[in-house]
């Protein structure tokens, strides 16, 4: 399947997005703060990222950012997932480059099918 990058802060999130997509059968490399999100995305490219906004350090916004400067992950389909939900936080999401924007809290299947709705989108 898919090699997906999950940047969170929050060990329960991080552990818990990473087994939902695991058993989906996708390989998934699970970092806790942006910066380490963005030396994995350059290490082995991804086939997604999904990427909390509020870490440590290097935010996801900064990451996505940083992301989407790099000629060769410039085009890598990112999710942001946060708490953030103001209509203004959702824009901001969208400005810095995010494909998709999932609201905590979330559901894990809902969470799967935009994966694969952004995978599929990405490999046609």
């Keep these: 399947m898919a090699r997906i ?10 552990e818990l997005v990473e087994f939902k997509l695991s058993t989906l059968g996708h390989d998934v490399v699970a970092v806790a ?25 290097v ?3 900064d990451a996505i950012r940083a992301i989407r400067a790099d000629p060769a992950l410039a085009d890598l389909p990112v999710i942001l997932l946060t708490a953030r939900a103001q209509e203004s936080d959702v824009e901001t999401g969208f400005d810095s480059g995010a494909d ?16 694969q709705a952004l995978l599929s989108r990405s490999t046609t």
């Design 5 to 14: 990058l999950v940047a969170d802060d929050d060990v329960d999130i991080r």
């Design 33 to 57: 703060d942006g910066a380490a999100a963005i030396e994995a995305c350059q290490a082995q490219r991804p086939d997604l990222a999904v990427l909390d906004v509020m870490m440590p350090g």
């Design 59 to 61: 935010s996801g916004l």
């Design 100 to 115: 998709d924007y999932i609201t905590k809290p979330f559901s894990p299947r809902e969470l799967a099918s935009r994966v």
